[in-house]
């Protein structure tokens, strides 16, 4: 009979040793989640800010949204210096040139665009010194009548009716 509780006491102790582990990660995962959203709010970027379309690439979104958050020269994020003035300026410009263009140029063949655009105007063909004009993303039609777009479209919100835009146009390919 003794030997039967000590082996039930064994059996506790390595249950509740779980217990505490699963806690103890949950924890520093609900730490971790918290810490990043007050970074980005801190920063200026939060949630509802991101606009995405459904025809997205996840990593480019993210190296935007990565870009966005890298300190300008004014030591502010490059998003708060959009924000106050409304256009790239030559730095921040010349570095989302750099970056986005060689990391997603060559997988979409028809342009890498990212731009400052008002949607209150009704035309949304925008230009600017880093990326030239925007390029026009196609609608193509696939089986079933589903309207995809070719290319990626994402949308950041500055500020009214201002938003970064990018566009990644052509079909991903490697």
Known sequence: MSNHFFERRGQVAETTTWIFATVAVVIIVLVSVFVSSFLGS????????????????????????????????????????LQANGAFSNSNGNLAKSILTSLYGTYYKDGVYVGIVDLSNKINFESNDYFGRSPVLTRKYQPGNVVALNGVNSYVYLEGT???HMILAGSYSR
């Open 42 to 81: 801190k920063n200026g970027i939060n949630q509802k800010a991101i606009i995405a379309d459904k025809s997205s690439d996840v990593f480019a979104e993210n190296s935007l949204t990565s870009f966005l958050l890298t300190k300008g020269d004014s030591g502010n994020s490059i998003y708060k210096e």
């Open 162 to 164: 201002k938003f970064v």
